[in-house]
């Protein structure tokens, strides 16, 4: 395969090197060849995520959501600086599964996070302006991995709350933080209640001048909201805080209570069994693009798929009876060792 | 193939004929043809279906969730007898995603509805004890579109609430009505806050007798709390009502909330495009657990599976390199042999 004509061994042996010292070029480097969509370059990043696994794993991850204009990048400065403060290393990652939005709304401009971009102890890496749909969130879980083998131990992946975004992320990450708005007694809104389910910490940011008082009262009106719909004997769902990004205040005292809960969930064998399930849920979710994708690009098959569909939302014929015939046609041309490749 | 000599086609044709006349039986019959495992069974049960569809989608398809002891039977009971007496025809059947459930569960007893049982207007349909994982949700989308070919015009499925079980409904049905039992303050509990997103209708039952007053409260709870947490410009989330199973009150007004929904859902193209989505998402399940399973089907690719599953558990493998190994092994035999995976 010429791929790794392209980048031989040595070379990704050179890149790993790079990476396990810490060099935040190399690790830019490995995230970019994790993302390519070329199929050499695939090979390169699996040949050394090979080698930089055993290195893994050590960091935690958090994943930070909001709707947009909430403050995630003040937030993530001011929490990035404290950690580094802390002689912590962090790096901050953006995903964004929905390509429709524009890529500056997430972390297109470094200048955001100006004085974390600054600090030797992180390390930014701004979304790809728009991936390809369902390729980002993947890659963004081996971004996370390469940040790790670099000796990043927090490791922060932003994301626009925007509906599925959300739940894409909290399926790469150990624990979420969701941020919302103060917003006065019935304007309390924005944020979708499954959403909610996913979060270890919802915190309301802007606690801070003529919003004090909002969120406040935002603050309160969630506690009571999520104490009403915690699921019996679940943990007791979400914590509900504020802070403000911009004074800081409350900033350091939201990380204490994420660092407590990430350690009780190390302890209690729950992150490995969290882990262990994202990994299953991933290694399930690429064989099913893969098969699809595969499906999708036999031309005779794709034909039958395009005909299946309007046929089912003519109402037709059923989706199992479309399942069926296409998969037969698939499977008889995958098996049938005379009908060479579909060109 | 043997399975079309087993059912032929004019078999086919009489079983459609007595689903189109409204015999039971026929239904019946029908069903446990589209539930078989069988592959025979399966092409008679798309013959059938192709032949029916025409006859599908008149029904308003109605889930009802809820935990185990809420009082569903008795809720579908008084509901169903309501409806007979409105002249309407109705369908119960039950899906038990989760097969560690024990049938008896749900519908295990005809007599739990014993008047709805006799009724000449209602069909009721026992859940198979324990279906295939992940089989007997597809099929029942199926037996939903028998019974509209039967004529029946309300379609009620009834799932125990038990976390998943209850978003598989919310994906077959227009809409779904979640209930929930009286609870006293902080012990109102006991449902997950993201299947509260699913519901169209929340409904205390047991509003009677001692515990009215806490019916009442938890109402009242339910209603502040969804308030709260409404979103945005979302069509203002699910109703919240109280009803007595028992005593038949409030399960009118539960019904006629229902139906204004659904005509306002109607009108406005709502229902079309929620059913259309359902038809995209059914199809899409189908072909991804048909090729999952042609993959676990092939003996070498389902060892391969097996080895890299604790590989990536052990830290030593990533799930797109697995992905890509299995798909490769997978896909060999027709696609081009100078492709093969790197090793």
């Not at 991850?61 to 580094?84: A, N």
């Not at 309007?310 to 399942?323: D, F, H, K, Y």
């Not at 098996?335 to 060109?343: E, K, T, V």
Request: glycine share 12%; with cysteine; proline share 5%.
């Amino acid at each position: 395969v010429t791929g790794e004509a392209a980048l031989p061994q040595d070379r990704v042996a050179a890149l790993a090197a790079g990476v396990i010292a810490g060099d935040r070029l190399a690790l830019a480097r490995a995230i970019t060849l994790a993302e390519s969509g070329l199929d050499a370059d695939r090979a390169a990043a699996e040949a050394l995520l090979e080698r930089l696994l055993p290195r893994t794993g050590g960091a935690i991850r958090l994943g930070i959501s909001g709707p947009p204009g909430v403050g995630k990048s003040t937030f993530i400065e001011t929490l990035g600086l404290h950690l580094v403060a802390q002689g912590r290393r962090v790096a901050v990652l953006a995903v964004d599964p929905s390509s429709k939005i524009s890529g500056g709304a997430i972390l297109g401009d470094k200048t955001r996070m100006g004085g974390l971009a600054l600090a030797e102890q992180a390390f930014i890496r701004p979304s790809p302006a728009g991936g390809a749909a369902g390729g980002v969130a993947p890659r963004t879980r081996e971004a996370i991995l390469l940040c790790e083998a670099a000796g990043y131990d927090v490791v922060i992946v932003e994301t626009v709350g925007v509906g599925q975004s959300e739940s894409a992320v909290a399926d790469m990450v150990d624990l979420l933080v969701l941020l919302i708005q103060p917003a006065g007694g019935d304007e309390l809104q924005g944020m979708k209640r499954g959403i909610l389910e996913l979060a270890d910490l919802v915190l309301v940011n802007k606690a801070d001048g003529a919003l004090a008082d909002a969120a406040r009262r935002t603050l309160a009106d969630y506690r009571h909201a999520l104490r009403l719909l915690a699921p019996a004997g679940a943990g007791g769902g979400p914590l509900v805080e504020a802070c403000s990004a911009l004074t800081g205040a409350g900033v350091a005292e939201a990380w204490t209570a994420l660092a407590a809960r990430h350690a009780a969930l190390a302890e209690g064998g729950g992150l490995a069994a969290r882990r262990q399930a994202q990994a299953r849920r991933w290694l399930r979710s690429e064989l099913e693009l893969g098969l699809l994708a595969a499906l999708a690009a036999d031309p005779a098959v794709a034909a039958g798929l395009k005909d299946c569909q309007s046929r089912i939302l003519a109402g037709n014929m059923t989706p199992p009876a479309a399942a069926r015939r296409l998969l037969a046609a698939f499977l008889k041309r995958a098996r049938a060792p005379a009908d060479g490749p579909p060109s």
